[in-house]
C-alpha cells in the first residue's frame, strides 16, 4: 500500500507561484513513477507532468511545459509541483499519483496509476 497525501494548494492571483508537494508512504518509493494530474469542475481528470523512480527524466503535458516543474526527493519520498507564470485556466483540483508498475517518465493516463492523493485546489485570479 502506498498513501499520497498532496499540500501547498491555495489561492493565487494571475503570473503567480505555488509549489504542490506529495508525501507518500513505502520503502520502495524511488522504483515508482510518480505523476501530476489536474481535474477541473466539469472535466476529466488530465495528465500534466511525471518524473521517473531516480528523479533524472521528466515529462510534461503541453499547456504547462515551461511553466510547470516536477521533482522528487528520494530521501524524502516527497514529489514536488513548482508552478510558475499560473493562468485562470490552471485553476483545479491538482492530484499526485503514484505508477507501482512503471518506473519511466512518459505520458501517463489515470488508469496507468495504482494509487492517488486526495487533492489539493488550486485557484487562480485574474
Known amino acids: 500500500q502506498v498513501q499520497l497525501v498532496e499540500s501547498g494548494g491555495g489561492l493565487v492571483q494571475a503570473g503567480g507561484s505555488l509549489r504542490l508537494s506529495c508525501a507518500a508512504s513505502?520503502?520502495?518509493?524511488?522504483?515508482?513513477?510518480m505523476g501530476w494530474f489536474r481535474q477541473a469542475p466539469g472535466k476529466e481528470r488530465e495528465f500534466k507532468a511525471a518524473?521517473?523512480?531516480?528523479?533524472?527524466?521528466?515529462y510534461y503535458g503541453d499547456s504547462v511545459k515551461g511553466r510547470f516543474t516536477i521533482s522528487r526527493d528520494n530521501a524524502k519520498n516527497t514529489v514536488y509541483l513548482q508552478m510558475n507564470s499560473l493562468k485562470p485556466e490552471d485553476t483545479a483540483v491538482y492530484y499526485c499519483?503514484?505508477?507501482?508498475?512503471?518506473?519511466?517518465?512518459?505520458?501517463?493516463?489515470?488508469?496507468?496509476?495504482?494509487?492517488w492523493g486526495k487533492g489539493t485546489l488550486v485557484t487562480v485570479s485574474s
Open positions: 518524473i521517473s523512480g531516480s528523479g533524472a527524466r521528466t
Open positions: 499519483a503514484a505508477s507501482t508498475y512503471y518506473s519511466s517518465s512518459r505520458y501517463y493516463s489515470t488508469t496507468d496509476m495504482d494509487y
Open positions: 513505502g520503502r520502495t518509493f524511488s522504483t515508482y513513477a
